[in-house]
């Protein structure tokens, strides 16, 4: 195709959704035509492959791109009502902290189907994605800075490994309009001494199944790690709010 910039190396997949989503109001790419495959695509822009999977799914979320199986990714009109009923959704779940449990408990099922997914399906680009999110994740926390934007791109790379580019989008309309306030409470559970050590060595058991291509214990280490999470943090937020056991 040719027509792609080169993209630097900072958000590297906002840049291809921005590049593409500004092709398509500029009118250089079209409702119906086809996008490149992601290969050629990772090509021409000079990045891997799965950060174009995380570009693509982020322009589906926003209406802008279809993928139809055997067939590729197209271009398609935005689906304005669409995407402002998903963002109303989550941002009505965001000024409502009781639903946060709940939250979690979405996230428990797909995440884990996720890594089931992911430990079937990887390829190396994939394992290599993984890796530097736990790497960045590993100098955070000997530095004293936020590990907080690594783990969320160490559960998308997961995401796009799984090369199931709905599960893909929900799980990112979930990261991107839940942000805020999960790194909210991950503040608060970083508060107990030791636990950025004990999320970095959960991550690495995570990745370790999906390396091995053990999906079953991929799937069961992501559900162990949210919920001990899930458990961690309500239970702190009760105690300071004076509330009770966990229900």
Same mark, same amino acid.
């Given at each position: ?9 900072? $958000? ?5 959704? +921005? ?13 119906? +035509?086809?996008?490149? #495959? ?11 492959? #799965?950060?174009?999977?995380e570009a693509l ?44 449990? +709940?939250?979690?408990?979405? $996230? ?10 992911a430990a079937e ?27 907080? +934007? ?40 970083? $508060? ?22 053990? #999906? ?24 300071? $709010? ?6």
């Open positions: 195709m040719g027509r792609f910039e080169r993209i630097a190396n900072q $958000r590297i997949y906002q840049q291809i959704v +921005d590049q593409i989503s500004r092709m398509i109001r500029e009118g250089s790419l079209k409702p119906g +035509d086809r996008l490149p #495959p992601e290969r050629q695509l990772a090509e021409e822009f000079g990045v891997s492959r #799965p950060a174009v999977r799914s982020a322009l589906g979320l926003m209406g802008l791109v279809e993928v139809r199986h055997g067939e590729g990714t197209f271009v398609r009109s935005a689906s304005e009502e669409g995407l402002v009923s998903s963002m109303a959704l989550f941002l009505t779940m965001e000024q409502n902290a009781s639903l946060g449990k +709940d939250l979690i408990e979405i $996230r428990t099922a797909l995440e884990g189907e996720s890594a089931f997914l399906r990887r390829e190396q680009d994939d394992l290599a994605a993984i890796e530097e999110t736990l790497r960045q994740m590993e100098v955070a926390l000997h530095t004293g800075m936020s590990a907080a +934007d690594p783990d969320w791109r160490f559960h998308r790379a997961i995401a796009a490994a799984s090369g199931n580019g709905l599960l893909v989008q929900v799980m990112q309309m979930l990261a991107e309009n839940m942000q805020e306030s999960i790194d909210h409470y991950r503040e608060q559970l970083l $508060r107990i001494p030791g636990m950025d050590r004990v999320l970095l060595e959960e991550h690495q058991g995570i990745y370790e199944a999906i390396r091995d291509q053990e #999906p079953e214990l991929a799937r069961s280490r992501m559900h162990a790690h949210i919920m001990r999470v899930r458990r961690t943090l309500y239970g702190a937020v009760q105690a300071r $709010r004076g509330g009770g056991a966990d229900s």
